[in-house]
């Protein structure tokens, strides 16, 4: 079992940054990769940044070149700097952690709102 807590979600202005931290407790010596996702009104949940246990990351599309993820093992947390923050990139971001073989625990979730 691995438990998940977000923070660092708020409102922003257009070109604005935040940063996201996540922290995990529990079965952590397991984890693999940790992610964040994120979550508009009426819309699905799609990945937004990874980043594997040997540091390898993967990035959606629309966020490459503003967005950093980050990993500090030692602290079991994961990171998402989020800078030149637009109104689209507003939504409910979470984050995933995945154990092998097929576990996968989320966090509760945090908002972050953009404005124009």
């Known amino acids: 079992q691995v438990q998940l807590v977000e923070s660092g979600g708020g409102l922003v202005q257009a070109g604005e940054s935040l940063r996201l931290s996540c922290a995990a407790s529990g079965s952590v010596s397991s984890i693999n990769v940790m992610g964040w996702y994120r979550q508009a009104p009426g819309k699905q949940r799609d990945l937004v940044a990874a980043?594997?246990?040997?540091?390898?990351?993967n990035y959606a599309d629309s966020v490459k070149g503003r967005f950093t993820i980050s990993r500090d093992n030692a602290k079991n947390t994961v990171y998402l700097q989020m800078n030149s923050l637009k109104p689209e990139d507003t939504a409910v971001y979470y984050c995933k952690c995945s154990l092998p073989p097929l576990y996968d625990y989320w966090g509760q979730g945090t908002q972050v709102t953009v404005s124009s």
């Open positions: 980043i594997s246990s040997n540091g390898r990351t």
